[in-house]
């Protein structure tokens, strides 16, 4: 499965990642999806809350179950 991150400028393969993780950013109240990417650390998107993180996590994990082809990353509708 792809994943098409949050500013639609990179896509990424889920077979060649070894993880997805979550990390926040105190200083800015912004919880951070990321990933390894070709030996980095990518950031998937950004979203200020800790449930809509936890639904998106959700949401790709039903999606790979699924065999979707490509999930894109929503945005943050608290920003919008």
Known sequence: MLIY???????????SIKFIEVYVD?????YKICCDY?????SLGNYKSVIGVATI???????YEKNKRVF????DLEES
Request: glycine share 4%; proline share 3%.
């Open 26 to 30: 105190n200083s800015n109240d912004i």
């Open 72 to 75: 894109y990353m929503p945005i």
């Open 5 to 15: 991150d949050q500013q639609r400028t990179t896509i990424v393969n889920l077979t």
């Open 38 to 42: 070709k030996g980095e650390l990518f």
């Open 57 to 63: 996590m959700n949401e790709i994990l039903a999606a």
